[in-house]
């Protein structure tokens, strides 16, 4: 009985997250290709081919990519974009969207620098992501102080904390070791970053 037990166990343990890793790109894939896909079904119909609409995406975005390298098209894209910044409430929902995006993609990436933070009045510490190092902006009072973003265990919510800049150790791991050490709740090992010289 317990080696039936032990086999069932080790078949979750391999096999549940090949399943899910399956299932989410599986949803992702259908999410993606349904963005142009659904618009160009009825024109294809029976020619139509699953991921002609991730590939049509893939290329729409590319191509606004490119337009907003040149003159006129990137002169119109900035007026959108202003335009965007105006709007009450939209103005916000973008902005956040925004800058979500370019902290992962931009050229200054926010979680590039993984930060230990002692929790104050303990010995504890928490691993974390430097998304701002310029906080004088927001409230002068602040210029001493980094903002850190910690990420929840098992969950993709996080609290972003204000903290003195003696009080923050920048730490080489990188940064998608530190998340997945985050994320599994110390589960997985983190390993140090490989400096090249």
């Known amino acids: 009985m317990k080696s039936i ?9 391999t096999i549940v997250p090949i399943i899910l890793v399956i299932y989410v790109i599986y949803k992702t894939f ?6 142009l896909g659904n618009t ?4 294809l119909k029976e020619d139509y081919i699953p991921g002609i609409g991730l590939l049509s995406t893939i290329i729409l975005i590319t191509l606004l990519g490119w337009l907003s390298t040149k003159y006129i098209t990137g002169k119109i894209i900035k007026i959108i974009d202003r335009l965007l910044e105006k709007i ?3 103005k916000t929902i973008y902005s956040v969207i925004k800058d979500t995006i370019q902290s992962f993609l931009g050229d200054k990436k926010s979680f590039s620098k993984v930060a230990l933070v002692t929790i104050p009045g ?4 928490s691993i974390g992501f430097i998304t701002s190092e310029q906080l004088e902006d927001l409230y002068s009072p602040l210029k001493d102080h980094i903002a850190v973003y910690i990420p929840q265990t098992f969950q993709v919510a996080g609290f972003t904390f204000l903290i003195p800049k003696d009080q923050v150790e920048i730490i ?11 994320l599994s709740g110390g589960m997985t090992s983190i390993r140090k970053q490989k400096v090249t010289e």
């Open 172 to 182: 080489n791991v990188k940064p998608e070791d530190a998340m997945k050490f985050i």
């Open 5 to 13: 037990l032990k086999s069932f166990i080790n078949g979750i343990l």
């Open 30 to 35: 259908i999410f993606l290709d349904g963005l």
């Open 88 to 90: 009450p409430v939209v």
């Open 122 to 125: 303990t010995e504890m510490r």
């Open 40 to 43: 160009l079904k009825p024109y």
